[in-house]
């Protein structure tokens, strides 16, 4: 068997046997399930977007041989997908000739890698909630399945008992659960995504193996049209039932590229101040312990793209 071959296909079933290690029922095994995607990840970034593709394959079949067909194609939409699309993309590359005559090569930069991230993840919800349709009560009757909303309602309304607040009505917080759950998942999805092709390219850096130049995120640009998704699942997002469901899943997948391009102008911005370190470690402890001013680097990012504040800050800074 070639050597390009024999990676690929160990890569695939490495990754199958992590995300089979789930079935066991232990707490610990979800930790190799959630690093499953990171075999193909290593295959892709180290030999092209084909061994992801032949790993992907490899992992599919083998988990349907031992669980099914419908749990293969769980592990393919949400596990393998990523690998294979991220991959190939991220390892186009095209040659730049210089004004002085040199040559450069230009690899595909970051800010399409995330649109594409995003954009796979807002198909992946798109074919759940279709698919959903065929299912008693559909996609809002699926979720409580999958979160076990029941369960943490009722966890939530005793720690607001015991801490001596009123407790809020359960039937709307259930409902509330069930609306946030969705662009939970999908954003949980995607920050694992992104954690395990960056843990991939780094242990690829280390080993001498990367197939491409680590890409600078203070460097990244989106594509104008990312902004399309996101209003679109804003305007979902008001209709009742799925649809509104779905609206609001989109709109969290389509934002986070843009949160990431708010963080790389806060990062480059901040080095007009003093004291950056302090800064940045402000910000970083205000968006873990508040959380909602997430969404102002959300639209910092939105407003970074159309209007390049990071070039403003580098003209001023010379």
Avoid: C
Avoid at 263 to 284: D, E
Wanted: proline residues 6%; charged residues 5%.
């Amino acid at each position: 068997m070639p050597p390009f071959l024999f990676i690929s296909i160990g890569a695939g079933l490495l990754s199958a046997v992590l995300y089979s290690a789930a079935t066991t029922g232990s707490a610990l095994s979800i930790i190799p399930m959630y690093l499953s995607p990171l075999p193909l990840f290593m295959a892709g970034l180290g030999y092209g977007g084909t061994a992801a593709l032949i790993g992907g394959i490899a992992a599919t079949g083998a988990i349907a041989i031992v669980g099914g067909p419908l749990l293969a194609f769980a592990y393919f939409l949400v596990n393998a997908a990523v690998p294979i699309v991220i991959t190939r993309a991220a390892n186009w590359s095209r040659e730049i000739i210089s004004d002085d005559g040199v040559t450069h090569i230009e690899y595909y930069p970051a800010g399409l890698l995330f649109a594409w991230l995003s954009g796979l993840g807002i198909v992946i919800t798109l074919v759940l909630a279709l698919f959903m349709q065929s299912f008693e009560g559909g996609l809002g009757g699926w979720i409580p399945q999958i979160v076990q909303v029941d369960l943490l309602s009722q966890t939530i309304i005793q720690a607001q008992m015991q801490s001596g607040s009123a407790p809020i009505d359960e039937a709307v917080l259930q409902q509330r659960l069930i609306w946030f759950a969705l662009p939970g998942l999908g954003l949980f999805w995607t920050l694992l995504s992104i954690g395990n092709g960056a843990l991939a390219q780094r242990l690829l850096v280390r080993l001498g193996r990367n197939a491409r130049p680590s890409p600078e995120l203070s460097n990244m640009y989106l594509p104008q049209f990312m902004v399309w998704p996101l209003a679109g699942g804003v305007i979902l997002a008001l209709f009742p039932g799925d649809i509104g469901l779905t609206g609001a899943a989109i709109t969290a997948l389509a934002a986070i590229p843009y949160f990431f391009l708010g963080l790389a102008t806060v990062h480059v911005i901040s080095h007009r101040l003093p004291g950056r370190v302090f800064a940045l470690t402000g910000v970083y402890v205000l968006l873990l312990a508040l959380g909602w001013p997430i969404l102002l680097i959300v639209g910092l990012g939105i407003v970074e793209n159309f209007v390049n504040l990071r070039r403003t800050y580098a003209v001023a800074k010379l």
